[in-house]
């Protein structure tokens, strides 16, 4: 009666929710199994499978330059024009999963790989254009084209994360040649 009642309790332990908000990822003996939608489900109860959840609908947002968080090893959003000009470049990135299974288990540093990814696709797209279009008005296409093309790292790195926008904060010169920047403008001017 006692190994009945043992046994009926460890079938009723493999009972799980999924919120709506939640995707879930069946492991069977540490192995990825199967997604599991929102709503009540049975699984193996543990040690034979678990579940991971991953909340689906919420947008997160990373900072990428000069104060993002400075132990990620970059070198705080220093990049350099087609023209040869040296700008310090400042983004926010929000992004959401959409594969939750492929967020669990193909990138060990998810956060890490975003960053590193936006830092590689905006030098791209600001290494191809000039200084004054950066700084001015093409702020809004440099954005759009460097999360396209973040977009399409993350993918083909098949990260399960979804970039919803990216907006460049600020452009400006460093603070080291600031003053000869300005001074350059004025004479333009």
Do not use: C
């Not at 999924?18 to 939608?37: C, D, M, N, W, Y």
């Not at 034979?48 to 090893?73: A, C, F, M, P, Y």
């Amino acid at each position: 009666l006692v190994v009945i009642v043992a046994l009926s309790l460890w079938l009723l332990s493999g009972f799980y929710v999924v919120q709506q908000s939640e995707r879930g990822v069946i492991l069977h003996f540490g192995k990825k199994a199967e997604p599991t939608g929102p709503g009540l489900h049975w699984r193996w109860p543990y040690p034979i499978e678990r579940v991971e959840k991953v909340n689906v609908d919420q947008v997160s947002t990373l900072w990428i330059g000069r104060h993002s968080d400075r132990s990620s090893g970059g070198d705080n959003g220093y990049m350099l024009t087609e023209d040869e000009n040296i700008i310090v470049v400042e983004f926010s990135v929000q992004y959401k999963v959409k594969d939750a299974s492929d967020y669990l288990f193909n990138v060990r540093d998810p956060i890490a790989t975003i960053t590193q990814a936006t830092e590689s696709a905006a030098r791209e797209v600001v290494g191809k254009s000039q200084l004054d279009f950066v700084m001015t008005d093409g702020q809004l296409e440099v954005a759009e084209k460097s999360r396209t093309l973040l977009q399409e790292i993350l993918d083909r790195y098949r990260t399960g994360i979804q970039i919803v926008k990216v907006q460049m904060q600020k452009a400006s010169p460093p603070d080291e040649v600031k003053a000869a920047f300005d001074d350059a403008v004025k004479a333009r001017e």
